[in-house]
């Protein structure tokens, strides 16, 4: 073997090149202005949300930890791939190495599938709230809390290292990532993908998604039934509480199964098309939910105006005095 193609194919195993990079080039800037602000307002969002649930007394209660949770979540998963992406969109080549993909790779999806079981932990505080009143205190203590939080981060992270693991050790065809990060895509890079990330797919997704949302499904169905059964206060309660956490399971399920069939189905999507709607997965979740939990829970919604007329009103004072 020559050392010119020695050197080849170590290139083609170790860089990585995107090549999403060509349909927007000409916009380059503008997108890069776009996700910047879309990135800022992630940010900002979640993190005031984090903010009073943080320094509130009231809001340390085991449905806002779990609120809490996710917006934190959302922050992370979104910082493992906007930073890279504007980047990409200021630099000529967007090339990666590949044990940086995987890294990518490993973190966005330890992250995203840890929102199934947080959806499937807030399920079963709301059922205990609703359903057994006068055992909450004793079945939702701290410790209980702190383990459901445990499991839903560590579980996926040892999950998603198999597939890493294996990926790492897999024989490399190609060296272009049909898309703007490091996501489901890399499978398309290897030759043959193993038995081994076959079968524990079907494992994990049988784990982090279809028995969490089976729960969280027959969960809100027997708390539902209850609630209406029950007075019109706690069928209010039951509303309130439940109707924002079953609009971000629907909103994240959807754009969780585009993600998975994007990578299993062998079809040629045109890249505009998968640009969008990668774009969609990466924005509508982490955007919303600091809007969904401020504005529908009452409690944090109480101490959002607060804080927002506190703000407005500095300005005057200063004027003023």
Not at 48 to 62: G, R, V
Not at 90 to 109: D, G, I, N
Not at 262 to 280: C, E, G, H, N, Y
Request: aromatic share 14%; charged share 15%.
């Amino acid at each position: 073997m020559s050392l010119k193609k020695f050197m080849d194919e170590e290139l083609n195993v170790t860089h990585l090149t995107l090549d999403w990079y060509t349909e927007v080039n000409k916009y380059r800037y503008v997108f890069f202005f776009i996700m910047f602000i879309l990135y800022s307002l992630i940010i900002c969002t979640n993190s005031i949300i984090l903010y009073l649930i943080w320094i509130h007394k009231n809001l340390h209660e085991p449905m806002y930890i779990f609120i809490a949770a996710l917006l934190l979540n959302s922050v992370l998963y979104s910082t493992t791939v906007y930073p890279k992406l504007l980047i990409d969109f200021l630099s000529e080549k967007q090339v990666t190495t590949y044990s940086a993909c995987l890294f990518q790779f490993f973190m966005f999806y330890t992250l995203v599938c840890s929102e199934f079981l947080l959806l499937a932990a807030m399920a079963y505080d709301r059922y205990v709230a609703i359903c057994k009143p006068l055992e909450y205190q004793t079945i939702m203590t701290k410790t209980t809390v702190s383990i459901f939080l445990v499991v839903a981060w560590l579980v996926p992270a040892c999950h998603v290292a198999v597939f890493t693991i294996a990926s790492a050790e897999a024989k490399l065809c190609h060296s272009n990532i049909k898309g703007i990060f490091c996501n489901n895509a890399v499978y398309t890079l290897q030759c043959d993908i193993s038995r081994l990330i076959t079968i524990f797919g079907v494992v994990a997704l049988l784990d982090l998604s279809i028995l969490p949302m089976l729960f969280i499904v027959f969960t809100y169905t027997k708390l539902f039934i209850v609630s209406h059964r029950s007075c019109k206060e706690i069928r209010k309660k039951a509303a309130e509480t439940c109707l924002p956490h079953l609009l971000v399971l629907i909103s994240y399920s959807a754009f969780f199964v585009y993600d998975i069939s994007i990578a299993r189905v062998k079809s040629d999507f045109p890249k505009t098309t998968r640009i969008i709607m990668t774009l969609q997965i990466m924005l509508y979740q982490p955007l919303l939910n600091p809007f969904i939990y401020g504005l529908k829970m009452k409690e944090i919604s109480k101490h959002l105006n607060k804080l927002l007329s506190q703000a407005n009103i500095s300005p005057c004072i200063k004027t003023y005095c």
